[in-house]
């Protein structure tokens, strides 16, 4: 699956500058694109995600360390970043507020560096199983400590303080937003570095075969414990931002649905690639954002497309885009593009149908004050009529139908490709 | 080679032995596997431990390089104790083994596995602020094991794509990458067939050429072609350790172990063919 790629990457060198190029180009333009408050907030907001998911996927992709509480390490950088803040509002210290996300880094780094210790000590089920009740542990505390979680209300905080600098206040939410895509910039590039260093390799090593990186010189307990300091400190640094961004913290950000909602984007996006958990960062806004303003059930949807994604694409996006691009190097994509369309359209039937479906029974048991009438796509539903149904269940079954009919055809003609392209490879080293 | 030749000589200031075991005791719950084993190597000697299965031949490798604990006794290298050290502290101290099924990175390239057997033994240790292209002495390493295991053409491919010689191939050469002055080979040509076990030979003693080898093996081929001193390990003892005609004439040894070689033969060669479907 991820075979192809590590073979091609080094021998295009000018293609790394034209990606960060690209980067740094999307991070500028978007909000130029996109000019909306509503918008801007949102490009904030995955310009964040982008810092944590890549953190989180320092363990998970890059260290096989399948943590259920990262969201301790940035949950408590932003704690200790609004802390901060609000002591610099009252004078008592004296700190660029374009700086405070660094103190969330170093808070993420310190309670990592306390805490990884004993996590790390483990590797495999019983580090999940750690990383758990670190987790609980913390979220426990915040019930504990109002003074510092700020209980149900938590702390709040104000990011504009005393005169501009160079006419720069952090009031606009653009300010704020052109400050979270130069963080995002450089720690993306600095975390991107450091799977290129020997501490990054000996991380895949121990992820690959922990048992052999002990008898090559290394210490694993040690390569785990370093990369999750690593991690923890650019989670804190997505913590401090976030601090920033909302000027408020509460108690949530370091609760166990964040660390799930990390995994669950890191892993749809796709953990084998450095640029998957980007693509999930994306995917993770737009779900909690858009996709919960569009409809109850996005739990539902969200957790359906995570099933389907472990079982038939367990790389994630990311190695679905790779795998599409093999094809295109080899000049083959052109075979497979009528199969995806028909696909696409079996699958946007059945998915029309269960949509259907599961948004009259959401209907009836949410919504059942307002009657049985309900608006779905421009077509008007009766939640309690057998016509909507009987439609909705046909729509599915000829979808799924379809689908699982054109499926075998298609992956018969994408075995037949794969055998094709390696046979050029063997080929071609034959030259 | 002279310490071939010479393998009694040592130099002024050098330990007199590389391996050292003495009165090696393990145990698993109440059963007896290492039976106070004593055998001393001495530097460039090259040793082949045999003796039936579950004689505890790779028991007393794991011993060696600390992934077991011993129950009592010694092992010292280089004439410093080294029991009770952890896999990676025996291996920073110069002793390096491979395993008898291959244990390799396997989601990494060929280039990849063999570089991050190389790291340690440069100093690199756990730097993340050095660029591994940079590391122009340790890529050098790398890509010259890599051309001693001829594996020049699968550099770039992943481990797990590779055939099962080569698989076996790459083992040895993680096993070596570092520089270890003692090197420990567990069954090294275990599942090849006659022809790939010819080469196979060929490449070990290349490979570990002027080094202190110990290797564990069934096939008695393998056994006269790599070594030139051989331990025949019984329930947990070695019962002889000389050169090869010694052992062979030594009666004690054809009352407890030449009787079952054969029977003993016949069990390794099905394993391999076994594992030779399998892959």
Redesign the interface.
């Known amino acids: 699956m ?2 192809p790629t ?2 091609f990457r ?1 021998r295009f060198p000018v293609g790394a500058w034209l990606v960060w190029g690209g980067f740094a180009a999307v991070l500028a333009i978007a909000p130029v694109l996109w000019t909306s408050s509503f918008a801007q907030t949102m490009l904030s907001q995955i310009g964040i995600a982008i810092i944590a998911c890549l953190a989180y996927n320092i363990l998970l992709g890059q260290g096989g360390m399948l943590s259920f509480g990262h969201a301790v390490y940035s949950g408590l950088g932003s704690f200790l970043a609004i802390h901060t803040l609000n002591m610099v509002s009252a004078g008592s210290l004296a700190l660029p507020v374009s700086l405070v996300p660094l103190v969330g880094g170093l808070s993420g780094l310190f309670f990592a560096a306390v805490l990884g210790w004993v996590t790390t000590k483990k590797s495999g089920t019983t580090f999940a199983m750690i990383t758990l009740g670190v987790g609980e542990l913390v979220w426990s505390m915040s019930l504990m400590i109002p003074e510092f979680f700020g209980g149900e209300g938590g702390i709040s905080g104000n990011r504009v303080l005393g005169p501009a600098i160079f006419g720069i206040t952090f009031g606009p939410q653009i300010q704020v937003y052109t400050l979270i895509a130069i963080y995002c910039f450089i720690s993306t590039a600095l975390m991107y ?2 799977t ?7 991380l ?2 121990v ?3 922990p ?9 694993t307990q ?2 785990r414990y ?1 990369a999750f300091m ?1 991690s923890g400190f650019f989670a804190g640094i997505a913590g401090g931002l976030g601090a920033l961004n909302f000027e408020i913290v509460t108690a949530e950000v370091v609760g166990a649905a964040r660390s799930g909602a990390y995994l669950l984007f890191v892993f749809l996006g796709g953990a084998t690639f450095f640029f998957g958990p980007i693509l999930g960062a994306v995917l993770m806004v737009i779900a909690l954002v858009l996709l919960s303003e569009l409809t109850n059930a996005w739990l539902l949807y969200l957790g359906l497309v995570f099933m389907l994604m472990v079982v038939y694409a367990p790389g994630g996006l990311a190695s679905l885009i790779m795998m599409n691009l093999r094809l295109a190097v080899f000049g083959k994509l052109r075979r497979v593009l009528p199969g995806y369309l028909v696909l696409g359209l079996a699958g946007v039937i059945a998915l029309t149908g269960a949509a259907a479906m599961i948004e009259m029974l959401y209907h009836l048991q949410l919504n059942a004050a307002l009657g049985p009438k309900m608006g779905f796509l421009g077509v008007t539903l009766d939640a309690q009529a057998a016509p909507s149904w009987v439609g909705a269940v046909t729509l599915l079954v000829l979808g799924a139908g379809l689908f699982e009919w054109r499926r075998r055809g298609f992956s018969r003609v994408w075995g037949t490709i794969a055998e094709e392209i390696e046979r050029e490879i063997k080929r071609r ?1 034959a030259l | 080679m002279d310490t071939l030749q010479n393998p009694h000589q040592t130099k002024p200031g050098q330990p007199e032995f590389a391996v050292e075991l003495l009165d090696v005791h393990k145990q698993f719950g109440k059963t007896q596997i290492i039976r106070g084993a004593q055998l001393q190597v001495r530097p460039g000697e090259r040793v082949a431990i045999i003796g039936p299965n579950g004689a505890g031949k790779s028991t007393l490798f794991n011993l060696i ?1 600390g992934r077991f604990g011993l129950t009592s006794g010694q092992i010292r290298l280089n004439g410093q104790r080294i029991d009770g050290l ?3 502290e025996i ?2 101290r110069g002793l ?2 491979s ?1 008898q099924v291959s ?7 060929v280039f ?1 596995n063999i ?3 190389v ?3 440069m100093g ?10 940079k ?1 122009h002495d340790a890529n050098e390493r790398a890509e010259q094991v890599l051309r001693m295991l001829k594996l020049e ?1 699968r550099r ?3 481990a797990m ?1 590779l055939t099962y010689a080569e698989q076996r191939a790459l083992e040895i050469g ?1 096993t070596i ?2 520089g270890s002055d003692v090197i420990l080979l567990d069954e090294p040509t275990a599942g090849m067939s006659k022809s790939e076990t010819t080469r196979f030979i060929q490449l070990i003693l290349d490979v570990t050429a002027g080094k202190t080898l110990l290797t564990v093996e069934h096939d008695m081929g393998v056994v006269f072609g790599l070594a030139d001193k051989i331990a025949v390990l019984v329930y947990g003892e070695v019962i002889a350790y000389d050169l090869p005609e010694a052992v062979r004439a030594n009666p004690r040894v054809q009352e407890a172990y030449l009787g079952s070689v054969l029977a003993d033969q016949q069990v390794a060669s099905q394993q391999a063919a076994e594992q030779a479907a399998g892959h």
Not at chain 1, 212 to 219: C, K, L, P, Q, S
């Open positions: 991820s075979l590590l073979s080094p570095a450091m290129l260093t020997p501490l990054g390799r000996m895949n090593a992820r690959d075969n048992e052999r990186v002990e008898f090559i010189g290394y210490d040690k390569v370093l690593i080293e | 390089s952890t896999p990676f291996n920073r390096s083994r395993f244990n390799l990175f396997t989601r990494l390239s990849e570089r991050c057997a790291l340690w033994s690199y240790q756990y730097a993340f602020w050095k660029f591994l292209s590391l053409r770039d491919h992943l794509n993680i990458a570092g």
